[in-house]
């Protein structure tokens, strides 16, 4: 009996964290999927290939809605993939505060807590589309590359180092207090605070984001080092520091490039 009560006690299901589990299995399931490139295409453009600047945006946008649909979906498989790591802290502390609900609701209002968070990210995709239908990025990076990529980093330096970066990186950093300051009982309030908490993290983002689009939505390398960069900003004790650093960093790269290029 000893030895089957610490059995018990060992592998006791309310002791696995089931929700970083799940959390961290879908993220690594949309990396394999990127990897191997089992995502649909938006469509094909000549002369250019996927992890090009402006190449899946080109392509999306030469295919009418068909295009636009396709490329929504893989942008929501990439924002899966490079935000749900780092978010793992904040589902985690959501399921703990449900305390007293059944198993049942617990599943509904986490999975409708994270699915509201990865469809706000999915229709940001709705921004590079947008931005490319009036500027062509693989045109302007074709005859103006090192332009248009200092011009991109000089705009992220200026927004990593300014409040409105800071107001929306603490909240991301601290998602407890959010929790306890914006708690709805229910499904659709899970999905209320989800969309509340997610306009932070776009917030906080968005930049970090905009250089990926224009060094290739497609480019891999990028992706996983932005990805790392926007894990450790949010998660590490010394994030809002690397923060600083990297508005540094990019803004002495980007306005040596745009430098270069106009001297």
């Known amino acids: 009996m000893g030895t089957h009560n610490r059995f018990r006690d060992r592998f006791d299901l309310h002791r696995i964290p089931t929700v970083a589990l799940v959390t961290y299995g879908v993220a690594l399931l949309a990396w394999v999927a990127i990897v191997r490139r089992w995502l ?44 749900y790591p780092s978010s793992v802290p904040l589902f985690r502390l959501y399921y703990r505060t449900l305390d007293g609900t059944t198993r049942l609701g617990k599943t509904a209002r986490v999975s409708a807590f994270m699915g509201t968070y990865a469809l706000v990210w ?88 905009a250089v990926m689009v224009v060094v290739g939505s497609m480019n891999l390398l990028w992706m996983a080092g932005l990805t790392v960069v926007l894990s450790l900003e949010r998660v590490v004790a010394w994030g809002d520091r690397l923060a600083r650093g990297v508005g540094v960093a990019a803004g002495v790269a980007g306005g040596a490039l745009v430098l270069l290029a106009v001297v």
């Open 122 to 209: 999915t229709f940001t995709g709705l921004v590079p589309l947008t931005v490319n239908a009036v500027v062509p990025i693989a045109a302007v990076a074709g005859e103006n590359g090192p332009i248009l990529f200092g011009g991109t980093l000089l705009l992220l330096s200026g927004y990593q180092l300014s409040p409105y970066k800071y107001r929306c990186l603490k909240r991301c950093r601290s998602p407890l207090g959010f929790l306890m300051e914006y708690q709805e009982p229910g499904v659709r309030g899970a999905s209320r605070m989800s969309l509340r908490f997610s306009v932070f993290c776009v917030g906080c983002c968005w930049a970090l984001f």
């Open 40 to 83: 649909p295409m938006p469509g094909m453009a000549p002369g250019l290939s996927m992890s090009d600047p402006g190449a899946p945006e080109a392509m999306a946008l030469s295919n009418g809605f068909t295009g636009w649909g396709l490329y929504l979906f893989m942008w929501g498989v990439m924002m899966i993939a490079m935000m």
